[in-house]
């Protein structure tokens, strides 16, 4: 049974940090693992494994201090208060802990900076980026009603369809450039960018610090 456990870790690890998957030594900081926390649940969730150096290296640690850290994080430092399951795995005497966080019901999830400010993160690779005031737009509005969905249309006026001209000719663009093209306001132009994203027209990739709008 626990070569089973060790194979089934040791797979983990061998893929490396991704965009659902990132390894901790310990945790020595509620606030900023609930940064982890709320990157992942503001994407499609993901899993921690702490007790893993960032080599893929097996160190280990106290699994009942490690849950406690990480349960304090996604309850006092996550809003709103995220829920993560645990397994501890016991692999060559070293105990591993998976912690699972879900993709979240209500979005954006906000955890503060390293001054008190809260902010919205997301998973992008292996890294945890603060996401862009669009990108909070977009994922405030995941978290509608079908029905407010449905409800809300949009004509292909000028202002969209010069958007989606650039888009086939360049493939992505900053809101702000987007705002100079169309010379629109950002209220506008965020307004068509939510509008677009939820028909399945466009989405949001980061790029070098950059939040672009691209195709879908």
């Known amino acids: 049974m626990i070569k089973k456990k060790s194979h089934y870790i040791q797979d983990l690890i061998e893929q490396g940090e991704h965009e659902h998957q990132d390894f901790k030594y ?3 900081d509620a606030r900023k693992i609930a940064r982890s926390i709320a990157a992942f649940a503001n994407n499609s969730g993901g899993h921690l494994l ?14 009942e201090e490690e849950i406690y850290m990480i349960e304090t994080a996604a309850q006092m430092y996550c809003r709103p208060e995220q829920k993560v399951s645990f397994k501890v795995f016991n692999i060559n005497g ?7 966080i879900p993709e979240a019901m209500e979005k954006p999830v ?4 390293d001054n008190g400010n809260w902010h ?3 998973r992008v690779a292996d890294e945890n980026v603060l996401a862009s005031r669009l990108h909070e737009r977009i994922l405030s509005q995941e978290t509608e009603s079908a029905e407010e969905h ?7 006026s000028e202002r969209e369809q010069v958007l989606l001209d650039y888009l086939r000719t360049h493939g992505g663009i900053t809101l702000d450039a ?14 068509i960018v939510v509008a677009l994203h939820s028909m399945g027209v466009v989405n949001l990739q980061y790029h070098d610090g950059s939040c672009l709008i691209v195709g879908d």
Not at 50 to 63: E, L, Q, T
Not at 150 to 156: D, H
Not at 178 to 191: N, V
Request: aromatic share 8%; charged share 25%.
């Open 26 to 28: 310990q945790i020595t």
């Open 50 to 63: 702490i007790g893993v150096k960032d080599n893929g290296n097996i160190a280990g640690v106290r699994s």
């Open 94 to 100: 070293k105990s591993v802990v998976k912690a699972d």
């Open 110 to 113: 906000e955890a503060p900076d």
């Open 120 to 122: 919205a993160y997301y």
């Open 150 to 156: 449905t409800a809300e249309t949009i004509s292909f």
């Open 178 to 191: 987007y705002m100079r093209l169309a010379h629109i306001s950002e209220e506008t132009a965020t307004k």
